[in-house]
């Protein structure tokens, strides 16, 4: 079973809509670690964020947001006012005891000028 | 440049043949790992370590060695190279108490 779903494989919005990137886990620990990552077109990987499980605040910076929600298993991210620099796959990742992380199939997002 | 160093960029390989992708990391940072990212697949962990000497598998080990002699470096090993192997592969490395992996550039590789 997948420990990390991405059910949206693409996305296409229009510059200056909001979008929403769902993540959905799967863990049995008490203790782990959420992670957003972004691969813009050049191909690197670029953290973005981590949360653990002890902390459910949602968390904004700048035009980026998170909705950590344990009741439902889900770590979703939000992008407001989408520019076209936003155009990446984004990668949703969880980490549980230990060293494996395990990724989302990833989304790509399109954001359309 | 601090970060992690993966060599090289492009490589072609034909069926058969034996290679060595390079990942070397100057953060001192105590674990490092080997991931594949295929299309549709996300990334998926091929082999990971917690320190110099220690190596452990992920998801999908065959056909792939590591090992760690140093903290700075992990080399990821193609035995006998497949065109299942054709994939972008990723090393990444981080700190005990880090927020993330810090990921290389990547490295391209395609088996003919």
């Known amino acids: 079973a997948q420990k990390v779903t991405q059910a949206q494989t693409e996305i296409s919005v229009v510059e200056k809509e909001d979008v929403t990137l769902d993540c959905v886990y799967e863990?049995?620990?008490?203790?782990?670690?959420l992670f957003w990552y972004k691969q813009p077109p050049s191909g690197e990987l670029v953290f973005l964020i981590r949360?653990?499980?002890?902390?459910?605040q949602n968390e904004i910076s700048g035009r980026y947001s998170w909705n950590f929600q344990k009741s439902t298993s889900s770590f979703n991210f939000t992008i407001t006012a989408s520019q076209v620099v936003d155009s990446a796959v984004y990668f949703c990742?969880?980490?549980?005891?230990?060293?494996?992380?395990?990724f989302g199939t990833g989304t790509s997002l399109t954001v359309i000028p | 440049n601090a970060g992690v160093t993966q060599t090289p960029k492009f490589q072609v390989l034909k069926t058969g043949q034996s290679m060595t992708l390079q990942c070397a990391q100057d953060?001192?940072?105590?674990?490092m790992s080997w991931y594949r990212q295929d299309p549709g697949m996300g990334l998926r962990l091929i082999h990971y370590?917690?320190?110099?000497?220690?190596?452990d598998q992920g998801e999908v080990p065959n056909g792939y060695n590591v090992s760690r002699s140093t903290t700075e470096d992990f080399p990821l090993r193609l035995l006998s190279a497949a065109p299942s192997q054709t994939s972008v592969y990723f090393c990444?490395?981080?700190?005990?108490?880090?927020?993330?992996?810090?990921f290389g550039s990547g490295t391209r590789l395609t088996v003919v």
């Open positions: 990444a490395s981080r700190t005990y108490r880090a927020r993330g992996y810090t």
């Open positions: 863990t049995r620990d008490t203790t782990y670690y």
């Open positions: 949360r653990n499980s002890f902390d459910e």
């Open positions: 990742a969880l980490s549980e005891a230990g060293n494996q992380f395990y």
């Open positions: 953060m001192n940072h105590e674990y």
């Open positions: 370590s917690v320190g110099a000497g220690i190596t």
